[in-house]
């Protein structure tokens, strides 16, 4: 059973920093793209970053850029999203995904595009 597991979310201050992580089992993702999104309470699920299956190429929200970066690890199947410089605008539901075939900076943000997708993990940041 494929599963993808999201961890590392929680309650922080406005300005601190957090890494997500997304665990990955039940088939090796070494040639899946790994992408990253969040829902806000009332809110559509939103593109956060993508990495590609090679980690070649990441790409992210315009408004995020500068303070996200994901990253891979092949050899533990995970995936990573670092957040730093927190904004209570930041408080949602993370979910990460997994998606094969090519990608570029427009398919990266589509996420019909994407076939599995964990459960999600709440990040709350307090002003």
């Known amino acids: 059973q494929v599963q993808l597991v999201e961890s590392g979310g929680g309650l922080v201050q406005a300005g601190g920093s957090l890494r997500l992580s997304c665990a990955a089992s039940?088939?090796?993702?070494?040639?899946?793209?790994r992408g990253w999104f969040r829902q806000a309470p009332g809110k559509e699920r939103e593109f956060v970053a993508a990495?590609?299956?090679?980690?070649?190429?990441?790409y992210y929200e315009e408004s995020l850029k500068g303070r996200f970066t994901i990253s891979r690890d092949d050899a533990t199947n995970t995936v990573y999203l670092e957040i730093h410089s927190l904004k209570p605008e930041d408080t949602a539901v993370y979910y990460c995904?997994?998606?094969?075939?090519?990608?570029?900076?427009?398919?990266?943000?589509?996420?019909?595009?994407?076939?599995?997708w964990g459960q999600g993990t709440q990040v709350t940041v307090s002003s």
């Open positions: 039940g088939r090796t993702f070494k040639y899946y793209n």
């Open positions: 995904a997994a998606s094969l075939g090519y990608i570029d900076y427009v398919r990266s943000r589509q996420r019909n595009l994407y076939r599995d």
């Open positions: 990495i590609s299956w090679n980690g070649g190429s990441t």
